[in-house]
């Protein structure tokens, strides 16, 4: 009996381990999960959990921890490649097929250790932390601007929180999109009465059971600060044993195949896959591009009939007021241009004449159009 060990108890990991059972009845499949928690969705944690409209029943993946052996709080820590195993505190799980979907951890900022009143969001042990603390606190400071600071701003704010959010660049989301659709991003915020401090370096000190920011010649006390300053793909525990690429993610090849491998795969928010649409290795931190990965990384192995993934990028932030869908790859770095579309705004971004990616704000109804239309642009030369 072949023996598949998946490296990964979250999205990627159980899509990859059920696809597997449903490819190969009498494959032994065991997935080591880093977390106490039964397989869950993240994008619920910073929005509706929060809020109290999405319980943690819902939370949970469907057919979590069915038709595969999941062992929870065991984290692997090290990778035997001569031996086949996967190496945990306890034990060693011998693998014909390794699948790595150990997703991503938040960058941790210097002098902002978590603590009780400093919180980094990113499992629902976090997200109840964070919940319990909204229903007491009066002021919140977020310390980096990107779609989970945003998310959570807009939902603490619903909650009759004060927030402030500090951005050192002087936009938020400046390092995901362009400024048309940071300036959309930014004027919701402000409209729901959320303060912003750009092009800010802040310094944060501890007063009592408060903490005190400095900004410039501001200042502000804060009872509670939430650092979303990014993430990097978790491969520590690997300690060098497979092929990393310049984005940190595992380096992959169009079918979910870690390069140099045909028995190892990698899919979700830790994998650097190379896109063939694109011609070049991307690392997204997509809830739908983790989970279709997943599909890959499982037939790849198991079935052994390879299928490139070449879908269009898609992720989404819902920011209240505001649906924001990003499609392809919508770079900064590139010309961002506005076409006029019914109820809701569309940005397209260009590299020559290929659309490379586009973000709709409240315009879901051009999604599938735009979809078509960037890979027929992306597939023309
Ligand atoms: C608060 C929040 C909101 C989000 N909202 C959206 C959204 O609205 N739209 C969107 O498109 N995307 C959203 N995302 C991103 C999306 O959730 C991720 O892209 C997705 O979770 C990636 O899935 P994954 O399985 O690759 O990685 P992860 O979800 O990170 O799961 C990896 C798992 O592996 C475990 N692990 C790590 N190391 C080890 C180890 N050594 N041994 C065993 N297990 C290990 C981790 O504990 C974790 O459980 C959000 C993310 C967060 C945190």
Redesign the pocket.
Known sequence: MRRLVV???????HRSAIHARRLDPDLDITV????DELPY???P???GYLLGTVSAQRVRLRGAGEGYRLLTS????GLDLAQSRVLTHEAAYQFDLLIV?????PHQLEGFSPDESVLY???VGD?NRLKEALSRIHHLTIVGGG??GA?VAVSARRLGVEVTIVEQSAHLLSRAVGTGVSRLIEENLQQLGIQLALDSSTTIESVDRQRLVRDGSREWLTDLVVVGVGVHP?TE?LGGALPLRADRGIAVNEFGLVDGYSQIAA????ASWHHPLYARPLR???????ANQALHTAEALVKNERVAYGDLPF????QGELLVQILGVPSPDLAEEEESVVGGRMFLYRRDDRIEGAVLVNAPEELMTLRDRILSSLSSQ
Do not use: C, M
């Open positions: 490296v990964g108890g979250a999205l990627a990991g080591l999960a880093a977390e969705q993240r994008p944690l910073s929005k065991t984290p692997a820590t979907a150990t997703g991503a951890r969001l990113r499992t997200a779609f989970i998310e978790s525990w899919a979700g928010d830790v997204f931190e997509h809830f739908e591009v983790a992720g989404w932030s819902d």
